[in-house]
């Protein structure tokens, strides 16, 4: 028996909401099949992903599942990546959350979604040396993602009432280490008054999602601790949030740890100015970039 | 002519929504009353606060609005303080509100309510030596509000799906310069995980506020930075959280800067069972107290 799942590509952060919110997005899909074999050994096949199992984030999730609910069969997996890798849009995550929903259908686990959450999660540690759920949680979930709590690993679906159109912009940068990079230039320590500000912007955010009020998210999408530490690594973004501002995007962000910018439009923004405004500002900056049009996913 | 306005009490920050979050309720008023008089001069007559008008909260408002809008008139205040004052509860907001609300009226100055909430700040001068716009806007606005800027003055009203059942437990505590003490006591600086952490309890508490759901708030009005960092000023504040949480209350906080400790409640919630356990609690601690049951107020 063959079992296929897909999930997409998602945009982790959205602003003040760095490491507990994520977003689907239709912009890109990994398709996983997994199908048992005789080997009693867990294969991958893939053209673009790593075929060893321990350096693979579907296999690292699948080996950690099976070693937990004991069960012994070897495994294909089939791996149809289309989300690309190392650019903010959660790839790590679909390949892994993928495998797991297909491992779940396939023995009958009845896992729960949290519980998915978590085995998916295993997958990031092959690709960042270390375990967040925020993206896995989109893959598992779809819409908009909050994690309550790490752990254990709990997610809230956020059901948002204001559902903008996605305009990604993704830069054509290749970061070594790009994730561990971005994340250690974070700050440890901030101050109490910026916290304070990042929780009123975010509460302000999020209220403009839950009641559909599009001035709150755009008054709300605003942070100043973590996207301004990237600033270094993407000197892009500013001018092109404030372009696309200018054009009347409801708001921009930066996608997970970037370099990809997330802009949110509706039919009120010019989008035909941020094409051109972003040719612009990247041409100066010298970088070839791709822009996908797209829509948030709402669930699998 | 007369006119005569009244503020409640309130509560500012709610567990994680540290000086932007405040909720209004019913437990005690503030009547202010103004009149014309043809002294020139702002007259105070109140039993029970600062007759000085430049170190009562009421009259260091009026003052700085007749002097930005030109108004140069002999004003008689009187001021009917219900609010207790050093508990936790607004209580100078209270009178600064409903002086500027007074006074809004009586010279038809059409002031938005975040003017009303700016002039009323001033009065928190007075009180604490600091202007903090919290539980100013909950005498505007009434209801759950959150600060969205403090200069300019924003403030947004939260439209609440739950309205739990309000206790309050008031120690009789009184300490000196106990805002600036309690204030001062909070860390400066916040370690990123805390941070972190927080975002995730305010979101899921508001999206309990705005969705009606119990067990989201429960889980998410936790506050381990601000109300921590009191725990020295009122040791039995942990207690009686976990004593009403025990007997089914949806969750409780500290009062603003305390000691006040507020509980929500509901129809599942053991109401003698925290009366009983208050009493053994702040027994031990040699404490007299009261309690007062209440509910939200929702506008004026």
Redesign the interface.
Known sequence: MKIKELSYSSSANLG??????SLSHRAFKDEVEIEENNTGKIRIFSDNTPEDPMKNTAGLSLIQLMKDRKIKSGIDITINKGVPVGLGLGSSGASSSAAVKAFNKMFDLNLTNDEMVYYSMYGEIAACGSAHPDNVSSGIYGGMT????TEPVRV?K??IKYKPHLMLVIPDIKIEEKTKLARSM???????KD??R???????M??GF??GERQ?IR??MNDE?VEKSRNGLFPFYGEIKSMAIDENAVSACISGAGPTILIFTDERTNKNGIISGTDEILGKYGLNYKIVETEIVEGY
Chains 1, 2 share one sequence.
């Open positions: 003040p909401g760095y490491d507990i919110l909050l994690i309550t709590s809230r956020i059901d974070v700050p440890k320590n901030i101050d109490i916290m304070v990042q929780t009123s912007r975010l509460s302000l999020l209220l839950l009641n709150a008054d709300g601790i």
